[in-house]
Nanobody, 121 residues
Framework: QVELEESGGGLVQTGGSLRLSCAAA????????MGWYRQAPGKQRDLVAT???????NYADSVKGRFTISRDNAKNSIYLQMNNLKPEDTAVYFC???????????????WGQGTQVTVSS
């Protein structure tokens, strides 16, 4: 089965930067739309950024100008470059992927396990 592997989280001071990575691996498949979401303690899981198979991007207002989402279709991976981090960015960040198996054309939607981002003041 396809699974998502996330990395890049950690502890950083206010104003610092982190780069999150999410790679999909498993059965033969193709990826469609992908995105990043985050969830802070006691809060809902909110959209951070999305990117379509064609490269069109969308960002939450709170991260515009600071975060950049990108993808590498050859590697079935997406990335989130986070600059000028603020304490309010502290959360668990989740990768989300939509795709389909090329053998059956059955679609799937998966969440990564999450990676912790902590921004200290």
């Amino acid at each position: 089965q396809v699974e998502l592997e996330e990395s890049g989280g950690g502890l950083v001071q206010t104003g610092g930067s982190l780069r999150l990575s999410c790679a999909a691996a498993g059965r033969i498949f193709r990826m469609n739309d992908m995105g990043w979401y985050r969830q802070a303690p006691g809060k809902q899981r909110d959209l951070v950024a999305t990117i379509t198979s064609g490269g069109s991007t969308n960002y939450a207002d709170s991260v515009k100008g600071r975060f950049t989402i990108s993808r590498d279709n050859a590697k079935n991976s997406i990335y989130l470059q986070m600059n000028n981090l603020k304490p309010e960015d502290t959360a668990v960040y989740f990768c989300h992927a939509a795709g389909y198996y090329t053998s059956s054309f059955n679609g799937f939607r998966l969440w990564g396990q999450g990676t912790q981002v902590t921004v200290s003041s």
